[in-house]
């Protein structure tokens, strides 16, 4: 807008901010891990650290790990575009996916930034990463030139993906027993919860139409878990499972007292630990500044 008196222009500048949060269920405690745009993070299978993609520029971004309390981080990875996939079962190793340029990329990292190396093999864009249940394999689900997603497997050792499945779900855990995958669609008329046998490479509909982001075998294996928005709340359901057959409805699990969106920034905005004592979502906020620019200084 320009200055009513000639001498220069307003203008507004706005910039996004945000935070990441871990709440213990259990002694309903809130922690800031991170007041920085932050976005898809992860707990580790031992529910001491947690992964998270930081934005720094519109065209660059990069892959940090906290200990779950905000301390100890660790810068592990930086790329244009960087998406966390999952960690490995014994919260050594993580996985990632690097898509700059119109390239999709792969790699396992160690917790410490140590160890990188590419997964390659897999076409088409990386949109997630799981480990088996004993750690040497790993499943990445791409898309690519279908409506449905594509499923790879890779060797956690030689880093080699080979297709597994087509036309079938995002994977995103594998049952303690190594037998199944839980995966699902988020949209569309094929929308819901699935569930894979990875013997004989079968993908069956468990819930279709239910709305929610992610799932998770409980440690026991007995169950799986998903988080459900709905207007000012965020509950997590519980639905029996074993052997791949579900019995009964969902379960409330868990309802949290306040609420947050589940995705953020073309990704996950939240994580839960299996036995759902810790959250960790990432909020934003918006800045704006007002600015004077006079050309004659």
């Known amino acids: 807008m320009p200055d009513p008196a000639g001498r220069g222009i307003y203008f507004v500048n706005g910039k996004l901010s945000g935070h990441?949060?871990?709440y213990d269920t259990r002694k309903q405690q809130s922690v800031e891990i991170a007041s920085e745009d932050v976005s898809q993070p992860e707990i580790s299978p031992d529910r001491k650290?947690?992964?998270y993609v930081k934005t720094v520029a519109p065209d660059q971004t990069e892959l940090w790990v906290s200990d779950i309390g905000g301390r100890n981080r660790i810068r592990v990875a930086s790329g244009g575009f960087l998406s966390t996939g999952d960690w490995s079962p014994d919260s050594s190793e993580l996985a990632f996916a690097d898509i700059t340029g119109g390239e999709s990329k792969g790699?396992?990292?160690g917790r410490d930034g140590r160890g990188l190396r590419q997964i390659r093999g897999a076409e088409g864009l990386i949109a997630w990463i799981t480990w088996s249940a004993d750690g040497k394999?790993?499943?990445l689900t791409s898309l690519g030139g279908s409506p449905r997603p594509t499923i790879w497997k890779a060797d956690a050792d030689s880093s080699r993906a080979e297709r597994f499945l087509d036309g079938c779900c995002f994977a995103w855990d594998a049952d303690p027993s190594g037998?199944?995958?839980v995966g699902g669609l988020l949209s569309g008329d094929s929308a819901g919860i699935y569930e894979i046998s990875i013997a004989d490479k079968k993908c069956v509909p468990l819930r279709p139409g239910v709305e929610f982001f992610q799932a998770r075998f409980a440690r026991d294996g007995k169950s799986f878990i998903f988080p459900v928005a709905r207007g000012q709340e965020v509950s997590f359901y519980r639905q029996a499972w074993l052997r791949g057959k579900i019995t009964g409805t969902p379960q409330v699990a868990l309802k949290l007292p306040f609420a947050f969106s589940l995705a953020f920034q073309g990704g996950n905005a939240l994580d839960f630990s299996r036995?759902?004592?810790?959250?960790?979502?990432a909020s934003s906020t918006r800045q704006a500044d007002l600015y004077f620019l006079n050309p004659a200084r």
Do not use: Q
């Open 107 to 109: 790699y396992v990292v």
């Open 20 to 22: 990441l949060t871990a």
């Open 179 to 181: 037998h199944f995958l």
């Open 137 to 139: 394999s790993l499943y």
């Open 49 to 51: 650290r947690v992964m």
């Open 275 to 281: 036995d759902l004592s810790t959250i960790v979502y």
